[in-house]
């Protein structure tokens, strides 16, 4: 379907389960590399490596986060240009973009590389458990400037109104991954640096795969000569910041927290928190994926001013991420022993005690998470990033870090329960801030 009848003319309902549901079964798609990386490099390779990924996953996440910067950066005001009937603007943005993609990815996967040792060490790793960390983030930091670009053109697809052609990707990538990984660990019987290989073959493979339609000039946008200018570049850094600045707060406080596992509960605590943020790694994309799939209709309607359409969609957007957070806070606690099982073959009493607690826990984050997950999404799609940057880096870092001074008496129990209490301060922020929004808009 052509976009511009796909955003501006298709019932919102409609439209919703057109972009929605391929867009979370991508997105889930997409992320299932991490989610199938740890169930192998845990089953395969044995519970040191499996804490030693969940120790360079944060690492891993802040290298790929300056390209999530630029490809969400530029999709905002994609969109919109694309509704004032700017299409020149458009292009320019999107060929902007991949360059700064690919050269920032140059430098700071080579910074990453160089700083691997020291990172790993300063979280506390020693021995065997810092070696294999360190092995799996250099492959990610030595592929970053082939890889990245990945989590940029799913957003540039999605522009042009192809959403199926996207998720039809992800899918093939995970599979893609899934297979070179168990080749690479069980056929090969290499060590986990091939579990990162595994997956960045698969994303370079995919990533040419995206851009062949583009280089044809078959799709909306289209490559052009680029040009650069300072008011560009700071517009998609303002545009980006809500998903850059929740990547990276995110990974601190994800390196924060393991910091304070390993001393409070040793390697099987840091276990224990990686298999609950391999559940909400299920979860999130879904999330994610929806009201992600969902701002390139905002965008493109806020930019032709018709806001009655607007508000049809983005609520469609809120009351499916309630359903879909209900839904998975139930499996969570109808399944934990199950899920415990799914990411280690040695679930032992101790771990297997802790794990069960520590997701009974955790599932209660799903009841208030969603409202500011969608407001923070809807915020930006709009061209509100700083709204969207407060509900990002309060719910990323700043609310997380409270909470563990708050919980700190009640131990392990106590890091457990950060998320829940921090999706419950995020939510109540967020009801504000739409409330503040909503009285400047009837001011203009």
Known sequence: MDYKTLFSKTPPTKLFLFSAIPGSIGMLASALYQL??????????GDTAFAALNLAMPLVIINF?????????????????????????????????????VGTSLLFGGLMFLLAPPLIHFMGAKAELAQLAIAYLRVY????????????????????????GSMFLNIFMSILTAVLEFIFLYLFDWGIWAAALATCSGMFICSLIAF?????????????????????????????????????????????MNILLLRMGGEIAVSVYGILMFADGFVQPLLYGMCDSLQPAIGYNWGTRDYSRVKAIAKRCFIASFVLSIASAIVIIAFPEQLVHLFTSNADGALMDMAVI?????????????????????MAAIEQPIFASIISI??????????????????????????????LLSAILSIIILKRFQKIQQKN
Not at 85 to 100: G, I
Not at 141 to 164: E, H, Q, S
């Open 36 to 45: 199938i990386d740890g169930i192998l490099v845990g089953r395969i390779l």
């Open 65 to 101: 986060s300056l390209a999530d910067l630029i490809g969400v950066g530029a999709s905002v005001p994609i969109s919109i240009r694309l509704g004032e009937k700017k299409e020149k603007e458009a292009n320019n943005l999107f060929t902007c973009s991949c360059l700064l993609i």
């Open 141 to 164: 930091a030595l592929c970053a400037p082939i890889t990245t670009i990945i989590f940029a053109v799913d957003n540039y697809l999605r522009i042009c109104g192809k959403i199926r």
């Open 212 to 256: 062949y339609p583009f280089f044809r000039g078959k799709l909306q946008l289209r490559f052009c000569k680029p040009q650069f200018h300072l008011a560009m570049i700071k517009q998609i850094i303002l545009c980006g910041s809500p998903n850059f600045l929740n990547n990276i707060a995110a990974r601190i406080t994800s390196i924060f």
């Open 358 to 378: 520590a997701l009974l826990l955790f599932s209660t984050t799903y009841i208030t998470r969603w409202f500011s997950f969608a407001t923070q999404s809807f």
């Open 394 to 423: 309060s719910t990323a870092l700043l609310f997380p870090i409270l909470m563990v001074i708050l919980l700190w008496p009640m131990g392990l129990n106590g890091l457990w329960l950060n998320m829940p209490t921090t999706a």
